[in-house]
């Protein structure tokens, strides 16, 4: 009896495979590196077989699906490696990217170089990692029985009836999201030891043949570390603990306490600003939807208990017209290049300020692209400050002509401190972008779709012109909130199910909706009007 054959659609070409194929043999036959495939537009495992007709596209590190497996399944490796060395007298946790790389606590003395040639070896062996289904209650059990009783309590709180785990030889874990066929994949990678743990780096997709030397962000670290320490402190450093703490009725009490902290270290940063004697002008710069418009008002409040008079500005005012704004590669309108802002004038105004003199301040019309003038005018006093928003106000090319003795600098982002569990984390940028559709949704009519189709262009543009410049802040404040996902998510649930499934973006959609379903939700009903998550919901006091 002949074999039943299918049609597999290839850039256009098209081959013909036998029923059951893998569609792992498929790419080793096209000599593609794929980590993934897209079969008729669902992302599929290597180790799926081929059961009719398709369309075949290959997913490589440099897709971020790709890479995202890539790191995924690099950790596996690594955890497996640090588990046939010591054993579980060694507790790993994966905690946050930091500079180019992931970090990994430990907590005892390790070799890193031991652990380093036992991944190697791992690699060279090209294991496969296997994918099981087992019942969740089977799941539960067997994260008892392998000590991993954060993942067990995670699963505690999960609805479905089968969960998939994988295992490389006997060492079995589970991972948000899918993995690499077999160990041989992972063949470039780079650990560095760091701080209480050790570093991986893995290529980025734009340069996927290249690992590079660990670059740290000491500040950046610093930020996270503390944030990570306070939430373990707190008792939510992973998801299940949130829903314990949800579930057992201390959803006010986690709410207080997580604001409280916050407002804590903005006090500690109106109060260095304070004891430096001389600040005339406090700049803040963040990527997208990082909360720095509730900052900045919360911060003027404690400058205001000091006894100063803050003043918000908005860089953005300073925009050139739009006749005389830049065009990208594209040509397209480039207003987040330092070339769209007229920095002679934001720098012409505010060394008169600063020299005592009366100004009137532009407010530019977005409508019309214009800059206007409407009798704004502002004049320092001894107790006066300015309080400068901005995406450029850490490039000192934005204020190349004003003193850097009366300056400021503070970089604000949403550090996510909390993880999935001990293994898998959760990635700031997500929350900023959950935090940005529900606000796009609700402030610009601006559809979860095109959110999600705009945000690598948006990411592209922090790389350009915030994250460069984090370094040199004076300050850093995260403004994640522990408990802010669970009340994002009676948000944002409903409208992404609004994005359509042949929409390049419904992969990306699903994603973030399985991601959510980790999560018990909660009402917003307790979250203060001065929260700086009051920005993307709404009920902001400060109107943001």
């Given at each position: ?9 290839i ?16 790419v080793m ?21 081929l059961?009719q ?9 440099s ?9 995924r ?24 990217s930091?500079g180019n790389g992931?970090f ?46 954060e993942k067990?309590k ?10 998939n785990?994988?295992?490389l ?6 991972n948000y999201?899918?993995?690499?066929y ?5 063949d470039?990678f780079?650990?560095?030891r ?26 950046i670290f610093?930020e ?6 306070n939430?373990?402190?707190?008792g ?10 949800i579930a ?6 986690m ?15 109106a ?8 600040i ?11 909360g720095?418009t509730t900052?900045?008002?919360r ?16 860089v ?16 397209e ?26 100004v ?20 320092l006093?001894?107790?006066?400050i300015l309080?400068i928003?901005g995406?450029h106000c ?19 982002s ?14 700031t940028?997500?929350?900023r972008?959950?935090?940005?559709m529900?606000?796009?949704v ?5 559809s ?20 460069p ?15 802010e996902i ?6 944002v649930e ?21 991601f ?12 203060p ?11 902001s006091?400060?109107?943001a």
């Open positions: 009896m002949e074999m039943k054959k299918f049609k597999v659609n850039n256009n070409e098209i081959f013909e495979y036998a029923d059951k194929t893998k569609y792992f043999d498929i036959e096209h000599k593609k590196r794929a980590l993934l495939v897209k079969v008729n537009g669902k992302l599929q495992e290597l180790h799926k077989t059961k007709d398709v369309t075949l596209e290959f997913i490589t590190l897709d971020a699906i790709g890479r995202m497996t890539y790191e399944s690099a950790v596996l490796i690594l955890l497996k490696s640090i588990k046939d060395i010591y054993g579980d007298s060694i507790r790993p946790v994966v905690e946050f930091t992931l990994i606590r430990m907590n005892a003395d390790f070799d890193i170089e031991r652990i380093d040639k036992r991944m190697r070896e791992l690699v060279d062996e090209n294991i496969r990692i296997e994918k099981m289904n087992v019942h969740t209650d089977a799941a539960i059990q067997m994260f008892h029985d392998a000590g991993m009783y067990e995670l699963f505690s709180f999960r609805r479905v009836s089968r969960v785990i994988y295992k030889e006997e060492f079995i874990d589970y999201g899918y993995m690499v077999s160990t041989g994949y992972i470039k780079r650990l560095t760091y701080k209480d743990g050790l570093v991986i780096v893995i290529p980025k997709k734009e340069n996927p043949d290249i690992v590079e030397e660990f670059a740290p962000e000491e500040k610093n996270l570390d503390s944030a990570s320490k939430a373990e402190d707190m939510v450093s992973n998801v299940g603990s949130l829903n314990e703490m057992n009725g201390m959803t006010n009490e709410i207080l306490i997580s604001e409280a902290y916050m407002e804590k270290k903005i006090g500690d940063i109060d260095d600003i304070v004891k430096r004697g001389n005339k002008l406090v700049m803040i710069a963040g990527p997208s939807s990082s720095k900052f900045s008002h911060l003027s409040i404690q400058l205001r208990a000091h006894g100063l008079k803050p003043h918000p500005l908005e953005d005012n300073y925009f050139k017209n739009r006749e005389d704004t830049p065009r990208d590669e594209k040509g309108l480039d207003f987040e290049s330092l070339g769209a802002m007229d920095i002679d004038k934001f720098n012409e105004d505010m060394l008169a300020l600063l020299n005592g003199e009366s009137e301040l532009p407010k530019f019309n977005f409508k019309i692209g214009q800059r206007e003038y409407n009798g704004d005018f502002l004049k006093g001894e107790e006066d309080v928003e995406i850490l490039n000192d090319e934005l204020s190349y002509r004003l003193p850097q003795d009366c300056r400021y600098k503070i970089y604000i949403a550090l996510t401190q909390l993880n999935i569990d001990e293994h898998n984390r959760i990635s940028t997500d929350g972008l959950l935090r940005r529900i606000r796009d609700r402030k610009r009519g601006i979860p779709t095109k959110t999600l189709a705009m945000w690598d262009s948006v990411r592209r543009g922090e790389g350009r012109n915030i994250f410049y984090q370094s040199s802040a004076d300050a850093t404040f995260n403004s994640a909130l522990n408990y669970a009340v994002l998510k009676q948000y409903p409208v992404l199910f609004s994005v359509k499934k042949d929409s390049k973006e419904y992969l990306e959609a699903k994603r973030l909706l399985k959510l379903d980790y999560f018990l939700g909660i009402p917003s009903d307790n979250v009007s001065n929260s700086i998550l009051r920005e993307f919901i709404g009920g006091t400060f109107n």
